[in-house]
C-alpha cells in the first residue's frame, strides 16, 4: 500500500516546534506541568504577557537535571531552564508540550 500524500507529518506543516524557558513550575493540579516563555512566539515583555497568562506545558519525559549551570542533579525542572517544545495544537499554540 503506497503513501499518496505525504506532506502532513510531524516536523513539516502543521508541526510547530520552538526553544524556550521555564518561568513557573507551581503547577496547582500538580500535574508537573509548567509555564514555558516560548521564544519568538511569546514576546519578551512581562507586562504585555505576564507569566500568569502563559500556557501549562505538559512535560513529556520525567527530568534528572537541569538546565541550569552549577545546580546539578534535580527531579524537577526549575524556573530558568531552557527546553525544546512543540505544541500539540499548531495553529492556536495554547498545548505546549516539552
Not at 24 to 53: F, M, S
Request: glycine share 10%; aromatic share 12%; proline share 6%.
Amino acid at each position: 500500500m503506497a503513501i499518496t500524500d505525504n506532506t502532513f507529518f510531524a516536523g513539516r506543516d502543521g508541526f510547530v516546534w520552538w526553544f524556550g524557558v521555564v518561568e513557573d513550575r507551581n503547577d496547582p493540579t500538580q500535574l508537573g506541568r509548567v509555564k514555558v516563555r516560548c521564544i519568538n512566539y511569546h514576546t519578551e515583555n512581562l507586562n504585555d504577557l505576564p507569566t500568569a497568562d502563559l500556557p501549562w506545558a505538559t512535560v513529556m519525559l520525567p527530568t534528572t537535571a537541569t538546565g541550569n549551570s552549577g545546580l546539578g542533579s534535580n527531579p524537577f525542572i526549575v524556573e530558568g531552564t531552557w527546553v525544546v517544545g512543540f505544541f500539540m495544537d499548531a495553529n492556536t499554540k495554547q498545548q505546549p508540550v516539552i
